[in-house]
């Protein structure tokens, strides 16, 4: 069973950094490109950023780019998004998600999320 | 980057009724296109992608149809499970985009 556990979410000042975590399990992780889309509260779905299975290709949304930084740990089935220099729009669930094979980028699998709140 | 327009906003619909959501891409898309159900509380669920291919496990009465820029995911006979916001996302080109959702309520 695919299993993506998201973690690392809570409160954190505007200007500050969090280091989400997403800890994949029941499939092949190094064969799948993933990525990281967030809600704000009431509202709808925001592409953040997305990396190649290989880890090698990375592409970010013009809201967090040069802000934010995906990455992961295939010998730990483990995703990351380092988020820096944060705004009180950043403030969102952000949902770890594994894309699809065999095609476009479409996002097959989602974890339950975690809450990210910038706040003063 | 590619906007992705949703209609309507709120869809009332009895159950054992059809829904129709529509789904409006700026500039064609092809069929790089994913419909995705996310009820209250929950996590998003892919439904279709490649605009007509049903997700592992969706049922059939879920359909999505359409190209280029126009779009439809049609439920054949809502059941009570299927109340839920609908979201169609483009991977035509990057950005990624989302349209805004359609709420599918009683």
């Known amino acids: 069973e695919v299993q993506l556990v998201e973690s690392g979410g809570g409160v954190v000042q505007p200007g500050g950094s969090l280091r989400l975590s997403c800890a994949a399990s029941g499939f092949t992780f190094y064969s799948y490109g993933m990525g990281w889309v967030r809600q704000a509260p009431g509202k709808g779905l925001e592409w953040v950023s997305v990396?190649?299975?290989?880890?090698?290709?990375?592409y970010y949304g013009d809201s967090v780019k040069g802000r934010f930084t995906i990455s992961r740990d295939s010998s730990k089935d483990t995703l990351s998004l380092q988020m820096n220099s944060l705004r009180t729009g950043d403030t969102a669930v952000y949902y770890c998600a594994r894309v699809g094979q065999r095609g476009g980028t479409r996002f097959d699998f989602w974890g339950q999320g975690t809450l990210v709140t910038v706040s003063s | 980057e590619i906007v992705m327009t949703q209609s309507p906003a709120t869809l009332a619909v009895s159950p054992g009724e059809r829904a129709t959501l529509s789904c409006r891409a700026s500039q064609s898309i092809g069929t790089n296109l994913a419909w995705y159900q996310q009820k209250p509380g929950q996590a998003p669920s892919l439904l279709i992608f490649?605009?007509?291919t049903r997700a592992t496990g969706i049922p059939a009465r879920f359909s999505g149809s359409g190209s280029g820029t126009e779009f439809t995911l049609t439920i054949s006979s809502l059941q009570s499970a299927d109340f839920a916001v609908y979201y169609c996302q483009q991977y035509n080109n990057w950005p990624l985009t989302f349209g805004g959702g359609t709420k599918v309520e009683i």
């Open positions: 990396i190649s299975s290989s880890g090698t290709v990375t």
């Open positions: 490649d605009a007509v």
